[in-house]
C-alpha cells in the first residue's frame, strides 16, 4: 500500500473515534493503532531519507547541467537539452534563478515537503495514541461521576 495523507486523515478520523459504550474495547485495540501508526510513520521516515538522497543527486546533476560539464551522453538519456540557457549568457549570482524554477528541483522539493508534513502528522496521531489511555480513563470517571459513585 502507497501511503499517502489523505488516507493517513482518512483512516485516523476513524481510528480516532473513542465509543462511549466500547471503553473497555477501546482500550484493547489502542497498541494494535499504535502499531499501525508507528508502522505508517517509520515508513514515511525512509521515504522521506529517500527522496533526500535523490534529491542529492538530481542537485549535483543539475549543477553539471547548468554549469555545462555534463557530457551529451548524459544529456540525452535524461532528455535535457544541450543548452539550458537558450544561448544567453548567464552570470553566477543568476544561477539561483534557474535552480529555483526548474521543474525536476520543485518537484522533488515539493515532495520532501510532503513526506515532512506526513511525518508531523503521524508523530501528532502516534503521540495522541500514546495518551489514549488517559482520556479512556478520564471518559471512565466521568461515567463513574455521572453515576454518582
Same mark, same amino acid.
Given at each position: 500500500?502507497?501511503? *499517502?495523507?489523505e488516507l493517513i486523515l482518512s483512516? +485516523?478520523?476513524?481510528?480516532?473515534? $473513542?465509543?462511549?459504550?466500547?471503553? *473497555?474495547? &477501546?482500550?484493547?485495540?489502542?497498541?494494535?493503532? %499504535? #502499531?499501525?501508526?508507528?508502522?505508517?510513520?517509520?515508513? #514515511?521516515?525512509?521515504?522521506?531519507?529517500?527522496?533526500?538522497?535523490?534529491?542529492?543527486?538530481?542537485?549535483? *546533476?543539475? +549543477?553539471?547541467?547548468?554549469? @555545462?560539464?555534463?557530457?551529451? *551522453?548524459?544529456?540525452?538519456?535524461?532528455? +535535457?537539452?544541450?543548452?539550458?540557457?537558450? @544561448?544567453?549568457?548567464i552570470l553566477k549570482g543568476e544561477?539561483?534563478?534557474?535552480?529555483?524554477?526548474?521543474?525536476? !528541483?520543485?518537484?522533488?522539493?515539493?515532495? !520532501?515537503?510532503?513526506? =515532512? &508534513?506526513? $511525518?508531523?502528522t503521524l508523530n501528532e496521531i502516534?503521540?495522541?495514541?500514546?495518551?489514549? %489511555?488517559? &482520556? !479512556? @480513563?478520564?471518559?471512565?470517571?466521568? =461515567?463513574?461521576?455521572? #453515576?454518582?459513585?
Amino acid at each position: 500500500m502507497k501511503l *499517502d495523507l489523505e488516507l493517513i486523515l482518512s483512516e +485516523w478520523k476513524t481510528d480516532c473515534q $473513542i465509543p462511549t459504550h466500547q471503553l *473497555d474495547e &477501546t482500550s484493547r485495540q489502542t497498541p494494535m493503532l %499504535h #502499531a499501525k501508526y508507528l508502522h505508517y510513520l517509520s515508513t #514515511a521516515k525512509l521515504s522521506l531519507k529517500r527522496a533526500e538522497h535523490s534529491q542529492k543527486d538530481l542537485l549535483k *546533476d543539475k +549543477w553539471l547541467y547548468y554549469n @555545462g560539464k555534463m557530457d551529451e *551522453d548524459t544529456l540525452k538519456s535524461k532528455g +535535457w537539452e544541450p543548452d539550458p540557457f537558450n @544561448g544567453l549568457k548567464i552570470l553566477k549570482g543568476e544561477m539561483e534563478h534557474y535552480y529555483d524554477s526548474d521543474p525536476e !528541483i520543485q518537484r522533488s522539493e515539493e515532495k !520532501i515537503a510532503y513526506l =515532512k &508534513t506526513m $511525518i508531523d502528522t503521524l508523530n501528532e496521531i502516534v503521540n495522541n495514541l500514546n495518551w489514549r %489511555h488517559q &482520556t !479512556i @480513563g478520564n471518559m471512565i470517571r466521568w =461515567k463513574q461521576f455521572e #453515576a454518582g459513585a
